[in-house]
């Protein structure tokens, strides 16, 4: 089944073209840096706008290696959580060519989307694994039993991974977006030559807490002259993606030793850290686990992963109905007494 994705959730217009397998045929994304980069951040009704100018000529992009939407049978899209303007660009371009051509469709949940782009591995990574999306909006622990069965072990209680990336690269005058550029500042830096705090790691939760290391930035900058510059900026670059990957990959390792799951998979844009990657891989290999991280262009966002997911969905025999509107906030999984999700029920809306 020749499946078209698009997505559409906050600043990239995206949309892939993916074959049984899942195997990837095409992917498309025009990314909105630019156009939000004066802003330090995302601005919806922007976003909004360049998705409306930019959909068609994306999906027709995404749609040339198969010969054109005549090929194609069945759409997956993006139905949340997300910026609700930006998400309605994707839903409503995607029910018309539903409706034009009478084929399924799927909306698919942006976290299994991100948590879906390891199916497109070559071998895939199998099930039962602890998954670890961390994003601009999301830092979430799962135990993915199979796909479409998450366990939700825990999240961040305030800001995501991706965000203290952003706001503090904010703060240290970096530009959008932060995870990137402060990846780049820090690449000569010296990771241990400044402490920032590691929260609730004493806690051995799957909570996560990242507000005091934006704290901390906005100290340390004020206490230093409130500018940093060369290797003091690199320095501290460094010292603050290792805080980040250091919490992340803990709490990961731990939650495959509690869940006795064999593998750890990372997912989302700030997977694309190289450091991140690295650390994970060698404290994995440490504690007899395997980790995969899908490669970088699939962790941040993409229609790839929209298409995988849906291609799971469709090929199953669900179907979203026509009606169903954008969902900003639609958690993976229904919360249990002891605290955690369990999701083998479909979301709202979603007919078996
Ligand atoms: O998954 P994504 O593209 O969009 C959301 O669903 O949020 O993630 C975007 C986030 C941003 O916060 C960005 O700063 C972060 O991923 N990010 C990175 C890197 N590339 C993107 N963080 C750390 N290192 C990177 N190389
Ligand atoms: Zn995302």
């Known amino acids: ?18 074959d049984d397998g899942p195997r990837l045929i095409s992917s498309i994304i025009h990314s909105q840096v630019a156009e939000h980069a004066p802003f330090g951040g995302v601005v919806p009704e922007i976003a909004s706008r360049e998705h409306v100018n930019r959909i068609a000529g994306i999906v027709r992009r995404a749609l040339e290696p198969v010969g054109g939407l005549d090929r194609i049978q069945g759409i997956a899209v993006t139905g949340g959580p997300g910026l609700v303007g930006a998400l309605l660009v994707g839903l409503q371009f995607a029910k018309g060519l539903v409706v034009a051509r009478a084929l399924p469709y799927v909306a698919v949940n942006h976290l299994e989307g991100h948590l879906s782009a390891a199916l497109l591995a070559e071998p895939r990574p199998a099930y039962p694994h602890i998954a670890l999306v961390a994003s601009g909006g999301h830092t979430q622990l799962y135990h993915a039993k199979a796909f479409g069965d998450y366990a939700a072990l825990g999240g961040t209680r305030d800001d995501a991974a991706g965000e203290a990336f952003d706001k503090v690269a904010k703060i240290l005058g970096l530009g959008y977006p932060g995870g990137v550029q402060i990846e780049k500042a820090g690449a000569s830096g010296n990771r241990e030559a400044i402490k920032l705090p590691r929260a609730l790691l004493a806690r051995k939760s799957f ?73 994970l891989q060698a404290r994995a290999a440490a504690a007899g686990l395997w980790a995969f991280a899908p490669p970088k ?28 509107s954008a969902q900003s906030r639609w958690p993976l999984g229904a919360m249990t007494q002891r605290g955690r ?8 809306g979603v007919r078996p």
């Open 1 to 18: 089944m020749l499946v078209l994705g698009i997505e559409s959730s906050c600043d990239e217009t995206a949309a892939a073209v993916v």
């Open 207 to 279: 909570e996560f807490s990242f507000s005091g290391l934006k704290t901390a930035a906005a100290d340390y900058v004020r206490n230093h002259g409130g500018r940093l510059e060369g290797a003091e900026l690199a320095d501290f670059c460094a010292s603050l993606q290792e805080a980040i990957a250091d919490i992340l990959t803990r709490k990961a390792i731990l939650a495959a030793r509690r869940e006795k799951a064999p593998g750890i998979v990372l997912a989302g844009g700030v997977a694309a850290n190289t450091r991140l990657r690295e650390l």
């Open 297 to 324: 262009v699939l962790c941040t966002d993409n229609a790839a992963m929209i298409a995988a997911a849906g291609w799971m969905r469709l090929t199953r025999g669900e179907r979203t109905p026509i009606e169903q």
């Open 341 to 348: 999700h369990r999701s083998s029920t479909p979301p709202h």
